[in-house]
């Protein structure tokens, strides 16, 4: 399988504190790859690294072919973000939003108007196409958000904490959003601070104190862990740490 994501030794300081402490780990097309710890983990800093928005302090790393250190705005192109805190602009409306995103990503407008046409019928939303942002539910903007952010088809997309507040069965939904993708051939790589989402990742990484302590498939850590569930192998992991928040 083709590597998207390769890191050695990756490592990120501010000044004597080490934030990101030389971790290894590769991600192949196509998989959804959960990347956990605790508040001041390091997970942030890691991601940040890997979407070309912060220099790393040693090791190596590439993402979608792409060095890290050098070649930051391949990488930015090569890749797609969504966070739980900003991803659209709420005093837009729909359509405006992927149009202007849209731009952003370099598409053409017959294959913007094509792809905006898909959008607005696969999530139902063809009816609200000129409704703010901000009019819609938590749950619809979380699933638009995600929409655009893949609306280049990127090889990997970046989901920081995307379900965060939202209800379960919305949830649920946009995880099947993911599988979609992902099932395309697209990376999906996503952190949560929900256990079950972890359930539903190919394999997962569990991050300490800025190392990386676990990482093989859910099954894998429960076997490992002698645990019944992922909430159970994180909180015996995360009860190790020594610092706490971001």
């Known amino acids: 399988m083709e590597k998207v994501i390769i890191t050695d030794k990756l490592t990120r300081r501010f000044g ?4 990101t402490n030389a971790i290894t780990f590769e991600v192949e ?3 959804i790859f959960g990347f956990l710890g605790a508040n001041g983990a390091g997970k942030s800093t890691a991601m940040k690294m890997l979407c070309g928005l912060l220099m790393p302090s040693s090791g190596k790393a590439t993402v979608a072919g792409f060095d890290v250190y050098k070649q930051t705005e391949q990488i930015k192109k090569s890749i797609g973000y969504m966070s739980q805190r900003f991803s659209l602009y709420e005093d837009l409306t729909i359509v405006e939003n992927i149009d202007f995103f849209g731009g952003i ?3 053409r407008r017959t ?8 959008l607005l019928h696969r999530l139902q939303l063809e009816n609200e196409a000129n409704t703010l942002v901000k ?3 938590l749950g619809w903007k979380q699933k638009l958000a995600f929409s655009v952010a893949v609306l280049h088809e990127p090889k990997i997309v970046f989901l920081d904490e995307p379900t965060g507040g939202v209800d379960p069965i919305t949830r649920r ?10 099932n395309a051939g697209m990376t999906v790589f996503v952190t949560t601070h929900y256990m079950d989402e972890a359930e539903y990742c190919h394999r997962v990484s569990i991050m300490v104190d800025g190392k990386i302590e676990a990482l093989d498939t859910p099954a894998g850590l ?8 992922m909430n159970e192998v994180f909180l015996y992991l995360a009860r190790t740490a020594k610092r706490k928040g971001d």
């Open 29 to 31: 097309a196509g998989e």
């Open 16 to 19: 004597d504190f080490i934030a």
């Open 111 to 118: 294959e913007l108007k094509q792809k905006t046409e898909a």
């Open 105 to 107: 990503y370099g598409l």
């Open 135 to 137: 009019a819609l539910p």
């Open 173 to 182: 939904q946009f995880w099947d959003l993911i599988y979609e993708v992902a």
């Open 222 to 229: 429960k076997r490992t862990f002698e645990a019944e569930s």
